[in-house]
């Protein structure tokens, strides 16, 4: 069977009536593309402190409003979709754009199966990362694997950010001990830290895409019964202080973090950051020193940095 991917073009203003079209007509996946979203974003502090001002200005100024449609229903739903544009642009008080209706087609196995191409066994330090439908040979005996479904959150072990923690994660010993991973994402970290011998691990995310994920892949690596995975933020909660810590966030909410984070991690305790980009790596540093923490090692891969200090 073949799906469509039927774009309109239009507003700011317009963008959430076409959407809304869509939804109306039975398209599936509706998704809005503004750059007065990434603006937004990008003006804010909470979040996107590593994101390209090139790629704000070259974004088109269009906004693109895309749903799905499968093969059967094409011509009724566009035509529907068409008539929808038009009574919009009648009745509404505001610039909604030209309407333009693009259509493209997508193959259903490129639909289904595509993105997992861009996937293979990342081998670190600590783990090796496969995803769950490659056939994969241990290089070793002693190769630990950690088996993924990366779903939509982030971490799969390919970024660098995930990567180095991991790495990190190999050069420390973990065996019997806690672990608290913050901002969890696929739950790599905490899964990794279980099969690297570690006790027990806490996971949380305030995202709930991200816990759902987390909780399959642990079920994955058979290591459920040791994690504890919740949608949270760790300051909110009340957590016996872990041997070890993971934040893998961005250089903002790390240093945010930083005059709270040492009441959740034991004297002696380690803690490994990560999501920081070059340009911040002094800022992050300086926080966490400032903060009474000891500067163990500082790892670099391309534009992004890892930090590991001892409490």
Same mark, same amino acid.
């Given at each position: 069977m073949k799906w469509y991917e039927v774009t309109l073009v239009s507003t700011h203003e317009g963008a959430d009536l076409f959407a809304d079209a !869509?939804?109306?007509?039975?398209c599936g996946g509706v998704s809005i593309y503004d750059k007065q979203d990434i603006v937004a974003l990008y003006d804010s502090d909470i979040v996107w402190d590593y994101i390209d001002e090139n790629l704000v200005n070259n974004l088109d100024d269009r906004v693109f409003v895309k749903g799905i449609i499968g093969e059967e229903? &094409?011509?009724e739903v !566009?035509? &529907?979709i068409a008539e929808e544009i038009e009574n919009l642009k009648k009745n509404s008080p505001f610039n909604l754009g030209s309407g333009e209706i693009i259509v493209n087609s997508i193959d259903d196995?490129?639909?289904?199966?595509e993105w997992k191409k861009y996937?293979?066994?990342i081998v670190t330090k600590s783990v090796t990362v496969v995803p769950v439908w490659i056939k994969y040979n241990k290089i070793s005996d002693k190769e630990k694997i950690l088996w993924i479904n990366p779903g939509m959150a982030f971490g799969t072990g390919e970024h660098e950010t995930t990567k180095m923690c991991l790495d990190l994660l190999g050069e420390i010993d973990v065996s019997g001990k806690t672990?608290?991973?913050v901002g969890t994402g696929s739950g790599i970290l905490g899964i990794?830290?279980?099969l690297s011998d570690a006790k027990s691990a806490y996971m949380c995310d305030i995202d709930s895409t991200a816990i759902d994920t987390a909780k399959e892949n642990a079920r994955l690596n058979n290591v459920s019964d040791r994690c504890e995975i919740e949608r949270a933020d760790l300051l909110g909660k009340s957590k016996e202080p872990a041997d070890v810590v993971f934040a893998n966030i961005t250089a903002d909410i790390l240093i945010r973090l930083s005059k709270d984070i040492g009441r959740f991690l034991k004297d002696d305790g380690t803690i490994i950051l990560s999501g920081i980009i070059h340009a911040r790596l002094d800022e992050v540093k300086s926080a966490y020193e400032n903060c009474g923490f000891k500067f163990v090692r500082h790892v670099r891969d391309g534009e992004w940095n890892a930090l590991e200090f001892k409490k």
């Amino acid at each position: 069977m073949k799906w469509y991917e039927v774009t309109l073009v239009s507003t700011h203003e317009g963008a959430d009536l076409f959407a809304d079209a !869509l939804f109306s007509v039975g398209c599936g996946g509706v998704s809005i593309y503004d750059k007065q979203d990434i603006v937004a974003l990008y003006d804010s502090d909470i979040v996107w402190d590593y994101i390209d001002e090139n790629l704000v200005n070259n974004l088109d100024d269009r906004v693109f409003v895309k749903g799905i449609i499968g093969e059967e229903e &094409k011509t009724e739903v !566009l035509q &529907k979709i068409a008539e929808e544009i038009e009574n919009l642009k009648k009745n509404s008080p505001f610039n909604l754009g030209s309407g333009e209706i693009i259509v493209n087609s997508i193959d259903d196995e490129d639909w289904k199966n595509e993105w997992k191409k861009y996937y293979k066994p990342i081998v670190t330090k600590s783990v090796t990362v496969v995803p769950v439908w490659i056939k994969y040979n241990k290089i070793s005996d002693k190769e630990k694997i950690l088996w993924i479904n990366p779903g939509m959150a982030f971490g799969t072990g390919e970024h660098e950010t995930t990567k180095m923690c991991l790495d990190l994660l190999g050069e420390i010993d973990v065996s019997g001990k806690t672990v608290i991973d913050v901002g969890t994402g696929s739950g790599i970290l905490g899964i990794a830290s279980i099969l690297s011998d570690a006790k027990s691990a806490y996971m949380c995310d305030i995202d709930s895409t991200a816990i759902d994920t987390a909780k399959e892949n642990a079920r994955l690596n058979n290591v459920s019964d040791r994690c504890e995975i919740e949608r949270a933020d760790l300051l909110g909660k009340s957590k016996e202080p872990a041997d070890v810590v993971f934040a893998n966030i961005t250089a903002d909410i790390l240093i945010r973090l930083s005059k709270d984070i040492g009441r959740f991690l034991k004297d002696d305790g380690t803690i490994i950051l990560s999501g920081i980009i070059h340009a911040r790596l002094d800022e992050v540093k300086s926080a966490y020193e400032n903060c009474g923490f000891k500067f163990v090692r500082h790892v670099r891969d391309g534009e992004w940095n890892a930090l590991e200090f001892k409490k």
